[in-house]
């Protein structure tokens, strides 16, 4: 079984900045060997990619986000991190952490103020 848990939410004004975390836990999994995300959901839409890196490293990021998030990870401490700044009230969604292609934490929400 693996374990997703976002944290670094919050309430933040435009143009400020917030560091998600996703803390991976679990027998035997480790981000080394696993492509990670972070998704977004807003109220009444549906869920988006915002950023992913894969095993080796490369990154990819939705149009939206590229040059203001940063999607990094730390394999000693098996997390996934998403750095935002520059941040827009189009930004407010709650956070989704995946795994794997397959398993989701329960999201950590994220909200800009204008």
Do not use: H
């Not at 890196?53 to 939705?62: D, E, Q, R």
């Amino acid at each position: 079984q693996v374990q997703l848990e976002e944290s670094g939410g919050g309430l933040v004004q435009a143009g400020g900045s917030l560091k998600l975390s996703c803390a991976a836990s679990g027998s035997i999994f480790s981000i080394r060997w696993n492509d990670m995300a972070w998704y977004r959901q807003a109220p009444g839409k549906q869920r988006e990619l915002v950023a992913a890196i894969t095993v080796s490293g490369m990154t990819n990021y939705a149009d939206s986000v590229k040059g203001r998030f940063t999607i990094s990870k730390d394999n000693t401490k098996n997390t996934v991190y998403l750095q935002m700044s520059s941040l827009k009230p189009e930004d407010t969604a709650v956070y989704y952490c995946r795994a794997a292609r397959v398993y989701w934490g329960r999201g950590t929400q994220v909200t800009v103020s204008s």
